[in-house]
C-alpha cells in the first residue's frame, strides 16, 4: 500500500464477532459497528415519506458498494479477531499500458490498532 494515498481520516471500527470465510470465494462476515470521525458528513436520502441519512465518506462507500470484508480482505487487512481497529479508506491511480488509460484501485485498510484516548 506505499504507493497507494490515503483518503480521509482513520475511522474506528468495532467488531463484535468474525464468521470465517465458508470457501474460497467467501469473505467471511463480520458483525460491527463503525464510530465516523468529526469531519464526516452524513446526507438526507430517499423520499419525503422515507428517508434516512447515510454517511458520504469513502469508508461508508466502500462498506455499502463492495462490503468491508471484501475491501479488508483485498486491502491484505483481513480481520480474523473481534476488537477494536482503526480503519481508512485508500486510492491509487496507475496507467495501464494494455488498455491505454488510468486505471483506479482503492478500498479500506487497517490502518491501526484502536487510537490511544
Given at each position: 500500500m506505499s504507493d497507494s494515498e490515503w483518503h480521509g481520516?482513520?475511522?474506528?471500527?468495532?467488531?463484535?464477532s468474525v464468521s470465517p470465510p465458508d470457501g474460497p470465494f467467501d469473505d467471511g462476515e463480520l458483525?460491527?459497528?463503525?464510530?465516523h470521525p468529526p469531519s464526516c458528513?452524513?446526507?438526507?436520502?430517499g423520499d419525503k415519506e422515507h428517508s434516512y441519512m447515510v454517511w458520504t465518506c469513502d469508508v461508508a462507500e466502500t462498506a455499502g458498494d463492495v462490503g468491508l470484508e471484501y475491501s479488508l480482505n483485498y486491502s491484505g487487512t483481513p480481520i480474523t479477531e473481534p476488537g477494536t481497529y482503526q480503519i481508512q479508506g485508500w486510492g491509487r491511480k496507475t496507467y495501464?499500458?494494455?488498455y491505454g488509460a488510468d486505471e483506479h484501485d482503492g478500498g479500506v485498510a487497517v490502518v491501526g490498532p484502536e487510537a490511544s484516548s
Open positions: 481520516e482513520p475511522h474506528t471500527l468495532i467488531v463484535r458483525d460491527y459497528d463503525i464510530e458528513k452524513q446526507e438526507e436520502c495501464c499500458h494494455e
